[in-house]
């Protein structure tokens, strides 16, 4: 097990874990179900996403991150742990790993990352933002002096960034995305209906029905839930227009943020993607119509690329061939590599 190299990419929703020569070999909800009385975990991944919002007071569910960020830091240490003796990485040959972060987090936010991975037994840590690992995973060459603008549309952390020459030239973050669509479907809900609907609903209307632009045809999506009022069960359905209206307002964050992104690309760099358009990935790239409000607004063109939620984990995963290059620089990196090596 000399040279297990691994990448991981930490999502909100999905913890995906890569080992060189295997592949992707975990691809799970990021959750952990805890018991109440005694702290214990009692599932972790697509066992404890079954229990979500169907435990009683004796079992939480909950989720290590929070918009993009480790909100937890002992449940996320424990998902790592879990995984990783899952994949039975060596603890004699330790592995080095390749780690996706959020482009713009915060010096605090990365040291948790990095601690979170650390201790579990690692040799060589190295960080990726997130829009470099989306760019490597699109098969883009990233150390070019050209500049691709990708933007991911994740669960908790929506990110754009332009890279070029191993960097990104320009990026910004919010933790606005697909929990907070789902968010503001729940709320929307409770107020146009008085019907008070869990998470795994909304997230599910929204994948039905859900769209950020108008949609030609609409769709009709049936909820279920309890009555505000009388506290019984209920059904109302919901129309694609609906939800729109419910996610319009973090939809237009999310495309200011972008905006603002390219309002800061050095020139050259515009004339780049003007050429080429938005490159866009992450689960919630999936949303209907959100390429179309974003391409309304920009004038650009834009490219939901196939699969959208892979990119973040084979771009890490082509990095780890580049872990060797790497040079200890946790502030910047060294430009040999679009990696910033923590040790
Ligand atoms: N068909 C769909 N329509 C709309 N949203 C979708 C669809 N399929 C998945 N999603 C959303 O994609 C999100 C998950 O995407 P992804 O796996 O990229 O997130 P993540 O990497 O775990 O989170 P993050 O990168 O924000 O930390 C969820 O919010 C989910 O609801
Ligand atoms: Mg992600």
Redesign the pocket.
């Given at each position: 097990m000399i040279g297990t190299d691994i990448a991981i990419?930490l999502?909100?929703?999905?913890f995906r874990l890569y080992m060189d020569g295997r592949g992707v070999v975990v691809n799970e909800p990021?959750i952990v179900a805890v018991e109440t009385d005694s702290e214990q975990i009692v599932a972790i991944g697509r066992e404890a996403y079954e229990m979500l919002g169907r435990t009683g007071a004796r079992v939480r569910v909950v989720r290590p991150?929070h918009g993009?960020v480790i909100a937890d830091f002992s449940l996320m240490d424990a998902v790592i742990r879990h995984y990783l003796k899952q994949v039975n990485t060596s603890r004699v040959f330790m592995p080095r790993v390749v780690v996706t972060v959020p482009s713009g987090i915060t010096e605090v936010e990365k040291r948790a990352v990095v601690d979170a991975v650390a201790a579990n037994g690692v040799r060589k840590i190295c960080l990726l933002e997130g829009p470099l690992a989306a760019a490597l995973g699109a098969g883009i060459d990233v150390a070019k002096p050209r500049g691709t603008m990708l933007v991911?549309l994740?669960?908790?952390?929506s990110d754009a960034g332009v890279v070029s020459l191993n960097r990104l030239a320009a990026s910004r973050s919010i933790p606005v995305?697909?929990?907070a669509f789902?968010d503001a479907i729940i709320k929307y809900v409770r107020r146009k209906f008085d019907l008070v609907i869990g998470e795994r609903t909304a997230?599910e209307a929204?994948?039905t029905a859900?769209c950020a632009y108008p949609m030609k045809q609409g769709k009709v999506f049936p909820l279920k839930g309890r009555d505000l009022k009388s506290g019984l069960p209920s059904r109302v359905e919901i129309t694609s227009d609906q939800l729109l209206e419910a996610i319009v307002e973090p939809a237009a964050q999310v495309v200011r943020m972008i905006q603002t992104t390219l309002e800061e690309t050095p020139p050259e760099l515009m004339a780049d993607i003007a050429g080429e358009g938005i490159l866009l990935v992450?689960?919630?790239a999936?949303?209907n119509g959100f390429d179309q409000l974003l391409s309304k607004t920009t004038k650009l063109r834009v490219h939901v690329l196939e699969e959208p939620?892979g990119y973040?984990i084979r771009g890490a995963a082509s990095a780890v061939k580049m872990i060797d290059k790497a040079k200890f620089n946790p502030k910047n990196g060294d430009r040999a590599t679009p990696l910033i090596a923590y040790y």
């Amino acid at each position: 097990m000399i040279g297990t190299d691994i990448a991981i990419d930490l999502g909100t929703a999905n913890f995906r874990l890569y080992m060189d020569g295997r592949g992707v070999v975990v691809n799970e909800p990021n959750i952990v179900a805890v018991e109440t009385d005694s702290e214990q975990i009692v599932a972790i991944g697509r066992e404890a996403y079954e229990m979500l919002g169907r435990t009683g007071a004796r079992v939480r569910v909950v989720r290590p991150m929070h918009g993009g960020v480790i909100a937890d830091f002992s449940l996320m240490d424990a998902v790592i742990r879990h995984y990783l003796k899952q994949v039975n990485t060596s603890r004699v040959f330790m592995p080095r790993v390749v780690v996706t972060v959020p482009s713009g987090i915060t010096e605090v936010e990365k040291r948790a990352v990095v601690d979170a991975v650390a201790a579990n037994g690692v040799r060589k840590i190295c960080l990726l933002e997130g829009p470099l690992a989306a760019a490597l995973g699109a098969g883009i060459d990233v150390a070019k002096p050209r500049g691709t603008m990708l933007v991911t549309l994740g669960a908790g952390m929506s990110d754009a960034g332009v890279v070029s020459l191993n960097r990104l030239a320009a990026s910004r973050s919010i933790p606005v995305a697909g929990d907070a669509f789902d968010d503001a479907i729940i709320k929307y809900v409770r107020r146009k209906f008085d019907l008070v609907i869990g998470e795994r609903t909304a997230e599910e209307a929204k994948r039905t029905a859900g769209c950020a632009y108008p949609m030609k045809q609409g769709k009709v999506f049936p909820l279920k839930g309890r009555d505000l009022k009388s506290g019984l069960p209920s059904r109302v359905e919901i129309t694609s227009d609906q939800l729109l209206e419910a996610i319009v307002e973090p939809a237009a964050q999310v495309v200011r943020m972008i905006q603002t992104t390219l309002e800061e690309t050095p020139p050259e760099l515009m004339a780049d993607i003007a050429g080429e358009g938005i490159l866009l990935v992450g689960g919630s790239a999936y949303l209907n119509g959100f390429d179309q409000l974003l391409s309304k607004t920009t004038k650009l063109r834009v490219h939901v690329l196939e699969e959208p939620e892979g990119y973040a984990i084979r771009g890490a995963a082509s990095a780890v061939k580049m872990i060797d290059k790497a040079k200890f620089n946790p502030k910047n990196g060294d430009r040999a590599t679009p990696l910033i090596a923590y040790y």
